[in-house]
């Protein structure tokens, strides 16, 4: 095994048992969600104006 | 064998096709459209049928709407029976991707994430695989980690003494370990995380199971080989078989696991090409792909729709195809295996998880960079549990339809008029339409049987006779159960919409027989609605009762249903027994070496779980 190999025992995620390789990979946030944009927050200005006038504000 | 990746290998996003003509776009692309044509014209013609039907005396609007529900009913049940016969058609034309015996060089790290479960159930099946792989001779290239993220402290205590038992008997210092998260954030998705970022490096793929999963050390040797053989493919799933069931219930969901569902499997590999499907366990993924891809972000907002993603397996998948990989189910993989609920209530609460994870998918159908298939599938997942309100719908507004329709006119030109002039009696049409939406639900289970005859593979399942028996009882049993289920779905829909959380309950994997008063206590609002409802219809109209009877009864007795089908007990194999499968007549050898090692643990009760302290050497589980 290339990884780096320890024993680990009650680390801080918990408790480990046996000799867990320590080997860190990452795994970057996907985007899944579109970020808001002009278009969003003019539609949502737009909606917040229509909600505040049907409550008669 | 084509080259083989090293570790670190495969993390380069995959550009092109994979080298499998036969599962090219142009015939995904066929199978998608020839399903979706057909269920559309079948859709089409069932609602103006409908319509037509209710023109007899004038076109209401109840009758618009009517319409439109049959037709947005029958498309989806069309598109179920389309899989089902793509299925056929695709079994009768196999696909392998054998790599025969090829060597093996990746690493896999097997993942059993536990959460609350039974330690000794889970960690003998641990045991079983082992032994399994090490028949296979490549034990060495396979570490098990166990990724506990258990709440309760005395399970934890229990799952460590246990882990200490199942190392020594195996021995397998330094190829089993366990682990476990002080806060289970993410939960599994979370789970899985947490061991890719601090451990994920040295291993090429990783195979991730439920705490139910059983696999042959064969087919996960024969997956790494699938993987290495295919560079580009980033995750591959097994279609897991149902074993063990007891109850009544269990036993006609095994069975309808392991009869109907390779032939339905096939039929969604046909559509789905190269964005197949996660089913979130039984499956093998790479794990520079998996990392790289599939590192979840927390939804904006709260539960249900916000938070951490629930159904994490399918946008896995969907995050996989965007990034280029292989996302493929391969049904011809014999040896995995998984458990299923005893009872309707347990299948009831894992359908309510399941029902809010669907729902909050409709968040990511416009995210970017997906593929429309994943996009479709995603809508799939959603009208799975809308579905069922389309009927809950129809019968609401044939109910409502009566009530609201006008008086008959049989004089409408009275002064020019001598007889009178009765509406078109169009009851051949509904007749038509029943038999049509019938035949929806029958035809693909019965041409399942005929297939299944045809090719021999009905012999497993106890013969021809004992096959189409247990079709037909299955057909019979579910077609009972459909009204109680269609409650509970309602009731699941209803709490996402109202912004209810399920949270995450433990999934209930004992005994499963439930008491009288136990069903009574989970299912009297289904028995009460079903009373109301029928004396509704009694007070408006009694000639539609007798019409009623088939959704209302089961409602009425969903308690002794629910009861009635939580109960069964252990038999002897019998090929002429309902609902026999295949692993009933001849289980595969890890469910045996299963077994051996419970017999093996099993303790009197309160004895604790003996460890290599202990008891020095403990008796190994095989000889």
């Not at chain 2, 370990?177 to 993410?186: D, H, P, Q, V």
Request: glycine fraction near 10%; proline fraction near 7%; aromatic fraction near 10%.
């Amino acid at each position: 095994m290339d990884a780096e190999t320890q024993p680990l025992e009650a680390d801080d995620v918990g408790v480990t048992r046996g000799a867990l390789p320590v080997a860190p990979l990452g795994m970057p946030k996907q985007l899944l969600e579109r970020p808001e944009g002009l278009r969003t927050r003019l539609l949502a200005l737009v909606g917040a104006g229509v909600r505040t006038r049907g409550l008669g504000n | 064998m084509s080259e083989t990746p090293v570790p670190g290998a495969g993390t380069d996003r995959p550009d092109g096709l994979s080298g499998r003509p036969e599962e090219g776009p142009s015939w995904t692309w066929l199978a998608r459209c020839a399903a979706l044509v057909v269920s559309i014209g079948i859709a089409l013609s069932a609602g103006a049928l409908f319509l037509q039907y209710g023109s007899g005396d004038g076109l209401q609007a109840m009758d618009w709407a009517r319409s439109l529900l049959i037709l947005l009913s029958t498309f989806w049940l069309a598109w179920g029976a389309c899989g089902g016969m793509l299925g056929l058609l695709a079994w009768s034309n196999p696909r392998s991707d054998a790599a025969g015996e090829a060597p093996i060089h990746g690493r896999t790290a097997i993942l059993v994430p536990v959460y609350n479960e039974d330690p000794v159930a889970v960690f003998a099946r641990i045991a079983a695989m082992d032994a399994s792989l090490a028949q296979t001779g490549w034990q060495h290239l396979f570490h098990f980690a166990i990724l506990s993220d258990t709440r309760k402290d005395d399970i934890a205590a229990e799952e460590r003494r246990w882990y200490l038992r199942l190392v020594a008997d195996r021995q397998a210092e330094n190829r089993i370990f366990y682990r476990r998260r002080a806060a289970n954030i993410g939960k599994k998705a979370g789970n899985i995380e947490d061991f890719i970022e601090r451990s994920g490096a040295a291993y090429d793929f990783a195979l991730i199971l439920d705490a139910d999963s059983l696999m042959e050390g064969a087919t996960i040797v024969e997956m790494v080989r699938r993987m290495e053989a295919d560079p580009k493919l980033g995750l591959l799933q097994t279609l897991p078989k149902i074993i063990g069931a007891r109850s009544r219930f269990g036993r006609a969901l095994q069975f309808s696991a392991n009869f109907y569902s390779p032939v339905f499997a096939r039929g969604l590999a046909a559509m789905q090409g190269r964005t197949g499907p996660f089913w979130g366990h039984n499956a093998m993924v790479r794990v520079g792909a998996f990392a790289q891809s599939c590192g979840l972000p927390v939804l904006s907002g709260n539960p249900p729709f916000g938070g951490h993603i629930l159904s994490h397996d399918y946008v896995e998948a969907a995050l996989l195809a965007r990034a280029g990989w292989t996302v493929r189910v391969d049904t011809d993989l014999e040896g995995s295996f998984e458990e299923g609920p005893e009872n309707i209530v347990d299948y009831a609460k894992r359908d309510r998880r399941w029902c809010q994870g669907n729902l909050q998918h409709s968040r990511l159908l416009m995210a970017p960079g997906l593929k429309m298939w994943s996009r479709f599938v995603f809508l799939q997942g959603i009208l799975a549990y809308i579905a069922p309100l389309f009927w809950l719908g129809f019968i609401s507004a044939s109910i409502a339809a009566i009530a609201l329709a006008p008086t008959p006119d049989y004089f409408p030109d009275p002064y020019q008029q001598l007889f009178p002039i009765f509406p078109h009696n169009d009851t051949a049409k509904a007749v038509e339409l029943a038999i049509g939406i019938f035949g929806l639900l029958l035809l693909p289970k019965l041409l399942i049987v005929g297939h299944a005859v045809w090719k021999g593979r009905a012999r497993g399942f106890g013969g021809g006779g004992t096959a189409l028996r247990s079709t037909l009882v299955e057909l019979l049993f579910s077609s009972l159960i459909a009204p109680v289920m269609l409650l509970y779905q309602t009731r699941s829909v209803a709490q996402v919409l109202f912004g209810l959380d399920s949270g995450w309950p433990t999934n209930n994997r004992g005994d499963g027989t439930l008491g009288s008063a136990e069903a009574w206590a989970n299912s009297r609002w289904i028995a009460l609605t079903g009373a109301a409802g029928l004396l509704f219809v009694w007070w408006l109209t009694p000639v539609l009762v007798a019409w009623l009877l088939p959704v209302g009864l089961p409602m009425l007795f969903a308690p002794q249903i629910i009861a009635w089908s939580s109960q069964g007990r252990p038999r002897d194999p019998d090929p002429a027994r309902l609902f026999t499968v295949p692993t009933e007549l001849a289980p595969s050898p890890v469910i045996l070496a299963w077994r051996h090692v419970l017999q093996g643990w099993s303790q009197p009760a309160g004895t604790p779980a003996p460890g290599p302290a202990d008891t020095g050497a403990p008796a190994p589980a095989f000889a």
